[in-house]
């Protein structure tokens, strides 16, 4: 029935298909937004329902269904002598009956044509057209403009042909293509081709472009140099565990979704922490306290009563061990932790439904009438769900069996068909025969089972606490519990290690264990010689994994001193430009030609204009009073004294006005016998880079150059309250207006930008001849902001301090094309300067700390032993302007620059001389000091 639909209709709806398969689609749902149909079919029919209409026939108004409608347009077609063979297709024809069946003939004629030698290039296919199917010239005319697109599947017709027989005999597609005699994909192998398979000695680069994805070849690629750099240290590998990141199984679209829900959940829980503290008392609410009390809101249409014995919950016993968090399809028989799987019940009511599904439990103990009956159970959870309160798969899980319980979980887990996770397998399996995937549950599962949870934040505990940001609490059971402030295991990079870690030890019996936990109750299954051989109960009787080392205690251990050795590598920003072949269509074929594009942007944006901005300042005459201050002093005869002054003492600041000779101490007189004051008023000149903005709600008002305009806006914010978002927006329908009555408004404005911009160009007249100014310099213009910095270089002068020169990304780029070194270790050399080191995004620097008495050049930074020491020292450079350097530990995450953690999670550099001492190191993709010093 979908099938004959779908050959009429070019999409049809997720609410039409429900439609069409049931009776009421409530309560129904498919994992498809919508369906695409046959546009072959569906074209061609559309086209034949217009012939009908301009032969003066019409479909009967009653005919609904695809199969009704292609039955009257037979009738029809019948009558007015057509072939009515275009109309179906046979594909369990031999292949040449098949390929000679009318309908083929007319796609395959329409698909194919490329034209003919005739006026309008189309003569020879309407004849054809006419041939085939028995129509007269003008609706043939019609069907010869039917024009489909020129793509290709991934199976030709031939191969379709071989393969749909076995599918029609019931086998599944991989089946039916080793029937046919193909391979289902050009990876799937048998064991005996997998034992047999020639292996590569290590993993090729992808080639750019080669994927036509430049993340996804990004993120590949840094596999490609890990997996690579494993081979080259330790040999060839015999097994690889992966972890398939769960969220690579959906498309953009419901990615962009889950992202969404995931923030709006983050939001919901922070308001529920918050009701929690003050209306429940719990000053340090835990994820199971949020899980409680959503599941406790969910029950409010019952009255608060649960579930399966319709047990009122009072709100002050809701955190009681009076009630538990239920699994509602138990976790022996699913392993399934996920929020539609819980639901608040008392806990004697718990202990007793064991290890049966909610549903089978109501059914054994309340039957099939009363109030607490399965049939009123059903009527409760069927009200929740309509009033939105529960999901639709809590609702399905409520209403299942124990023989309901899916039993392909394991398939489901192993199978990776999205791009990436396609990718990293496909190119694994080069290197190895043995690839196992799993997903994050089950890493979750096992890392609690041994004893891993609370590691990273043990391994961060020391530096919290030295500045204050931990804290003890109790819990509802009195236990007491750590805790940093604002900290969780992402903000540092290790918890990656930790996981992997934990995959590593992951046995593919586990995975098969989790997924199958219901066939563990069958004593002769392979379940329950898993449990019987990986698990045992710990000391709350609870299942858990056997660890990989035993004790647990020691395995903990053991994680955390290789944990504590880690050394977090970032690629540096090196590349300045790419050689790439730009290829020219040219008659007879491509032109080829090499070019070079910048690895970055060249500047940040385009300046309009630049302005010289006049203010004024007080300012105490002292030791900064040199000749230019003086010359920016208002008042002349404040000036000239001052400059008499300074001249006295040969133009030394210091000695003219500070100590002895301070205005306090030792007053100047001015040419009226007036006294020079302490503060005076002095003339501040700015150039100020202007950029053209549009008004936008996030337009800041007070960087605006124009006063007037200024004032117009600020007018505007004040008439809607100080709303943004509606002063700011919509201005086309509601302007802002400079001048009304000429009907002149305000759609972009000047604002100050930036201090940094260079120019390109410098002025000129309609000669040609440069501009100068009143000074007599060339008047620069098209400026533009140089932005982002490329390096830093540090150079040591004849004085023994340390120097910079900043080079932006524009300069650097500058230089490689003239063929100069990038990094210009000359600069500066006929004063004495030696250069030192540069300092790029990224790159990694390891820095003296006195007070613990750790001296970078006293250790060898190489030694793998020494890395757990050097860790706490070493930094990442993360950003960096003229004499002001921000760099970030290299275990973090975040880039907050909490006061407190200054000179433990990051470092701000605006003095020289805080780099004496610092030690620059390479660290390769295995996480190794490889170099040590400047390249």
Excluded at 254 to 267: L, S
Aim: a positive charge; charged letters at 30%; aromatic letters at 10%.
């Amino acid at each position: 029935m979908l099938a004959s639909e779908l050959l009429l209709n070019r999409k049809l709806s997720k609410k039409d298909v429900l439609k069409l398969l049931f009776k009421t689609e409530k309560e129904k749902d498919i994992n498809f937004k919508d369906f695409d149909g046959n546009t072959t079919y569906s074209e061609l029919f559309e086209k034949y329902l217009n012939i009908i209409e301009l032969t003066g026939h019409s479909l009967p108004h009653n005919i609904k269904s695809a199969a009704d409608k292609i039955d009257a347009v037979a009738q029809i077609f019948n009558a007015c002598g057509y072939n009515t063979d275009i109309l179906s297709f046979d594909s369990s024809l031999n292949s040449d009956e098949c390929y000679n069946q009318a309908y083929y003939r007319l796609w395959h004629l329409l698909y194919s044509y490329e034209g003919d030698n005739s006026k309008t290039g189309i003569e020879s296919l309407i004849n054809k057209i006419i041939e085939i199917t028995g129509f007269e010239r003008e609706y043939a005319t019609m069907l010869a403009g039917i024009n489909y697109k020129s793509e290709y599947g991934n199976l030709s017709s031939k191969a379709m042909h071989k393969i749909l027989p076995f599918m029609h005999a019931g086998n599944d597609y991989a089946l039916a293509c080793v029937y046919a005699g193909y391979r289902h994909s050009k990876d799937s192998l048998t064991k005996d081709e997998i034992e047999k398979k020639i292996l590569k000695s290590r993993l090729e680069i992808i080639p750019k472009n080669t994927l036509r994805n430049p993340v996804v070849e990004k993120i590949l690629n840094q596999m490609v140099h890990i997996v690579n750099g494993v081979i080259e240290q330790y040999g060839p590998i015999d097994e690889i565990r992966i972890e398939l990141a769960r969220e690579l199984k959906h498309s953009a679209s419901e990615r962009a979704d889950m992202y969404n829900n995931i923030n709006k959940a983050n939001k919901e829980n922070e308001n529920i922490r918050a009701i929690l503290i003050s209306e429940f008392n719990i000053s340090h609410p835990s994820r199971n306290d949020i899980v409680r009390y959503k599941l406790y809101k969910e029950l409010e249409p019952m009255g608060y009563k649960t579930l399966y014995s319709n047990t009122y919950i009072p709100k002050e016993k809701l955190f009681s061990k009076n009630f538990d968090i239920e699994h509602i399809i138990p976790r022996s028989r699913l392993f399934d932790d996920s929020f539609s799987n819980k639901t608040l019940e008392a806990r004697d009511i718990n202990i007793e439904k064991g290890s049966m599904t909610a549903y089978d439990y109501v059914a054994w103990k309340y039957g099939i009438a009363g109030d607490y009956s399965i049939d009123s159970y059903e009527n409760r959870i069927d009200t929740l769900f309509k009033t939105g309160n529960i999901s639709k798969a809590k609702w399905k899980k409520l209403r299942m069996r124990e023989a309901d319980i899916p039993q392909d979980f394991i398939d489901r887990d192993l199978r990776n068909s999205q791009y990436i996770a396609r990718e990293a397998m496909r190119m694994l399996h080069q290197v190895v025969r043995t690839v196992v995937p799993t997903v994050g549950a089950i890493t979750a599962r096992l890392r609690e089972d041994w004893q891993l949870i609370d590691v990273m934040q043990e391994l961060n505990w020391e530096k919290f606490e030295k500045v204050g940001m931990t804290s003890y609490y109790e819990d509802k059971d009195g236990h007491r519990i750590k805790q940093i402030e604002n900290w969780t295991k992402r903000n540092d990079h290790r918890h990656h290690a930790m996981d992997a870690l934990t995959i590593a030890f992951t046995k593919h019996s586990y995975i098969q264990y989790l997924n199958n936990m219901n066939a563990r109750m069958d004593k002769t299954s392979e379940i329950y010689a898993i449990e019987h051989k990986e698990l045992e109960r710990n000391s709350n009787g609870k299942l858990r994994f056997k660890s990989p080392i035993y004790p647990v205690t020691q395995f903990r251990q053991e994680a955390m001193k290789h944990l504590q050795m880690i050394l977090v590598s970032i690629k540096a920003k090196n590349k300045v430009m790419t050689a790439n072949v730009n290829k020219t269509k040219i008659r007879g074929g491509f032109k080829k030609r090499q070019q070079l594009t910048p690895r970055g942007q060249l500047h940040l944006e385009t300046v309009y204009a630049s302005r010289r901005l006049i203010s004024y300042e007080e300012k105490s005459v002292g030791g900064t009073f040199t000749q230019d201050v003086i010359a920016s002093v208002v008042s002349p005869i404040y000036r000239k004294a001052l400059f008499d002054r300074l001249l006295q003492y040969n133009g030394d600041a210091k000695k003219a006005f500070t100590g002895r000779n301070s205005l306090d101490k030792n007053p100047i007189y001015t040419s009226t016998d007036s006294i020079v004051p302490n503060v005076v008023k002095v003339r501040k000149e700015e150039i100020v880079y202007t950029i053209r903005k549009d008004i936008t709600p996030d337009l800041k008002i007070d960087k605006v150059i124009d006063k007037r305009l200024r004032i117009i806006l600020q007018e505007r914010l004040n008439a809607y309250g100080g709303d943004a978002k509606k002063a700011f927006s919509d201005l086309e329908n509601n302007p802002i207006w400079l001048n009304k009555e000429k009907g002149i408004s305000i759609k972009k404005v000047a604002v100050k930008g930036l201090s940094n911009a260079i120019s390109l160009h410098e002025k000129r007249d309609n000669t040609g001849a440069f501009v100068s100014d009143n000074r007599g310099q060339r008047v620069p213009t098209d400026f533009v902001n140089t932005g982002n910095n490329h390096h830093v270089a540090i150079y040591r002068d004849t004085d023994g301090n340390l120097q910079e020169r900043v080079v932006s990304f524009m300069e650097a780029t500058a230089r490689y094309i003239q063929g100069l070194p990038i990094v210009d270790k000359s600069y500066n050399c006929e004063f004495g300067w030696k250069f030192l080191f540069t300092m790029k995004q990224n790159e990694y620097f390891i820095f003296p700390d006195e007070r613990a008495g750790f001296y970078p050049s006293e250790v060898d930074l190489t030694d793998s032993n020494n890395y757990a020491y050097i860790s706490p020292y070493l930094y990442r450079v993360q950003k960096f302007s003229t004499k002001d350097y921000v760099f970030r530990h290299h275990l973090e995450t975040v880039v907050d620059s909490e006061t407190k953690l200054k000179n433990y999670t990051w470092k701000r550099i605006t003095n020289l001389s805080n780099l004496e001492g610092v030690i620059k190191v390479r660290i390769n993709h295995l996480g190794e000091i490889v170099k040590v010093g400047e390249e």
